[in-house]
Nanobody, 107 residues
Framework: VQLQASGGGQVEPGGSLRLSCTFS?????MGWYRQAPGKEREMVAT??????TYADTVKGRFTISRDVRLKTLYLQMNDLKPEDTAVYYC??????WGRGTLVTVSS
């Protein structure tokens, strides 16, 4: 399984970013995770078929979605906060990982 995330960057608090991750395979079980400096990797959002789950810290602000035809996973991130600063990774089944993309939220 090959995964490639993109779309990170620097944004001011309250801003938005959309991350993308191209994948091979079915993409049935996919997720976004993040790792902030000095912290462990944590789940941000997952999608299994049509069902989604979100970390409490991002509920209402982030949306995970998938385009099966384009084989692309998305993470729309709105109302970003400084504590969202991290390297974001996409994953297939929690087993395969792509290279991360850095998101920095600061003014």
């Amino acid at each position: 399984v090959q995964l490639q995330a993109s779309g990170g960057g620097q944004v001011e608090p309250g801003g938005s970013l959309r991350l993308s991750c191209t994948f091979s395979g079915s993409g049935w079980i996919m997720g976004w995770y993040r790792q902030a400096p000095g912290k462990e990797r944590e789940m941000v959002a997952t999608m299994t078929g049509g069902s989604t789950t979100y970390a409490d810290t991002v509920k209402g602000r982030f949306t995970i979605s998938r385009d099966v035809r384009l084989k692309t996973l998305y993470l729309q991130m709105n109302d970003l906060k400084p504590e969202d600063t991290a390297v974001y990774y996409c994953s297939s089944r929690g087993m395969y990982w792509g290279r991360g993309t850095l998101v920095t939220v600061s003014s």
